[in-house]
Nanobody, 123 residues
Framework: QVQLVESGGGLVQAGGSLRLSCAAS????????MGWFRQAPGKDREFVAA????????YIADSVKGRFTISRDNVKNTVYLQMNSLKPEDTAVYYC????????????????WGQGTQVTVSS
């Protein structure tokens, strides 16, 4: 069992930056791949970024490539999403998730989810 708690969301102007954090507790954090997803009102939840459980291999969605970066600190049991050059279309609830596969980019491969944190980007 893994518990995930996101933080760092908020309101930011277009072009600004935010860093989301996801603190994990429970089973060994380093044995899980971690991912970030987002869901805007009326839309499906979509993949944003993922990082493997070892070696820090990452996948970034094309829609945020070059602007968002995912990283993890296995000592602090925390995964981060650094978001730069934010756009109004990045507005969504952002969710952290943990997967028992080496790395995953689809929601079905993630077993544990946080409660989400709201990110709102104003134009």
């Amino acid at each position: 069992q893994v518990q995930l708690v996101e933080s760092g969301g908020g309101l930011v102007q277009a072009g600004g930056s935010l860093r989301l954090s996801c603190a994990a507790s429970g089973r060994a954090f380093s044995s899980y791949a971690m991912g970030w997803f987002r869901q805007a009102p009326g839309k499906d939840r979509e993949f944003v970024a993922a990082i493997s459980w070892t070696r820090g291999r990452t996948y970034i969605a094309d829609s945020v490539k070059g602007r968002f970066t995912i990283s993890r600190d296995n000592v602090k049991n925390t995964v981060y999403l650094q978001m730069n050059s934010l756009k109004p279309e990045d507005t969504a609830v952002y969710y952290c998730a943990a997967s028992e596969t080496p790395i995953a980019i689809v929601t079905a491969e993630y077993r544990y989810w946080g409660q989400g944190t709201q990110v709102t980007v104003s134009s």
